[in-house]
């Protein structure tokens, strides 16, 4: 399983996630012009719902690969490094669902 | 209520707001160049998850301004004003929680 | 504010309530049946989490009601009993933002 | 696989579940009460956030074992099957994260 260690899992979409994550961040300066120019408190939080829902698919995006990728490998391989990287994924699961 | 009107209700903690908005920002450059350089899918997912909660954070802020001022001091004028101002928050806080 | 300390804030959506929480209820038998009856984990993890949109949509209703009704009259009343319902308010919110 | 269709994932720690999802029930009924004997809105809020937190800990449990059995078991067998339960699983994921 060399492959798994040279490449994540979210490889192939590596150009989609970093265009999502700079639009995340333009969205996290245009949070901070909203506030810079005293915009109304609840166009702001609009706003931060919405970039909240973009992070949150970029985590569901990156969560999808590394299911098909680096668990799949691992599970097909067996042995402990399944046990660990099913562990991890859950973690990140729980993580996500109460952040 | 001119008061209201020329300044939101977040304006003393307005640059409290600005630096957690640009350590955000500085979170979604970082989580590029996590990308860029193929990190693990898990670590990416827990820095996905900070910065998620980094943002929540900020969104509470906002919100917990927003009750203490614009919408209390919709309360004690009444009128359709007050009605309209718990209606947008009440819509504010159900794309937080569901987002 | 007698009134405030007779009849919560949900008074009049209170039959409208104890439904939805009724319904609620059934779902968490439900639940329970699928599980005794081995059904499969998805089908379960569907109905978990349409169950848990219901309770949202609840302590959203509850949490709009609570605010048109107890924070506003605390507020028109203003003093320190404003101020508490207001921090109280933005606690409950937090929780069910993070929960 | 003739395992895998006949015990769900979570078989091992089915009274687990049944027992947790009995206290969430239980849960529904204690608010009907509440909401009955006109409690306070904010202790009925706090409470529905204690269950929403229960009913979120079993989805993570049975999303947990159906990684660990389900997922794996399809992905060491490989084929079509293997892709359907991953695309399964991450749809399950999604709606937890986004409910």
New interface residues.
Partial sequence: MADMT??????AR?DD??RR??R??GQ??G??RM??E?????D???Q??A???A??S???G???????H???GA??A?GPE?EQK?A???A????????
Avoid at 38 to 42: A, E, L, N, P, R
Avoid at 62 to 68: F, G, P
């Fill in positions: 040279d490449h994540p899992g979210y490889d590596k996630f970093l994550l700079r995340i961040e996290a300066r949070l901070q506030v810079d005293d915009k109304y408190c609840i702001i939080l609009t931060v719902s970039m909240t829902s992070l949150e970029v985590a569901l990156l969560l999808d690969d590394h299911l098909h680096c668990v799949v599970a097909a067996g399944a099913l991890e994924a859950s990140a699961i729980a993580r996500l669902v109460r952040s």
